[in-house]
């Protein structure tokens, strides 16, 4: 006949020598050795003379293991380098310019007619071009009026913020 069950703690049950556990009890556990090698990791890393490359803990059942490559000596990190500024600059006039950081489009849709061409009269507040912004279509108007000399910006073309986008002569 089996040993009766006992319950030494809540959600554990031991008989025979088995031990069942709720998954929430191993979860707790699980959670409790986790906790405990980052502590170690971290001691560890502290006394350590120089950058770890490489590190092994054992808790109980449980092993974490994680290992770092070296970067190659005299490298440098590696930086992101600034986009260049924009080489076209407006020609004499005004210039309706990027509010934002985006993609330009001329269009309101693929295949449809751009907003604006050259020698079209814009007047203030109108719709010259769109551009996006994390999926967003945020609309560009003119602030001022006048005859579009030129798109200095091309369709689907990346444009900075404050990047002049439609030249304007404002005769």
Known sequence: MPAPATHPSPGVAR???????SGAEVGQRVDTVLAGLRRHARHLAAELPGPLRRIRLRGGDTVLEVEWHAA??????????????????????YAVRSPIVGTFYRAPEPG???????????????????????????????????????????????VEYD?????????
């Open 15 to 21: 008989a025979s020598g088995v031990e069942a556990a």
């Open 72 to 93: 190659p000596a005299g490298a440098d990190p590696a930086v992101a380098s600034p986009a260049p500024p924009s080489t076209v600059a407006p020609p004499e006039g």
């Open 112 to 158: 449809a007619a751009p907003f604006v061409a050259v020698g079209d009269l814009v007047r203030p507040g109108q719709v010259i071009g769109i551009v996006e912004a994390m999926k967003l279509m945020n609309e560009v108007t003119a602030d001022r009026g006048g005859r579009v000399v030129e798109v200095l910006a091309a369709d689907g073309q990346p």
């Open 163 to 171: 990047q002049p986008l439609v030249a304007l002569d404002p005769a």
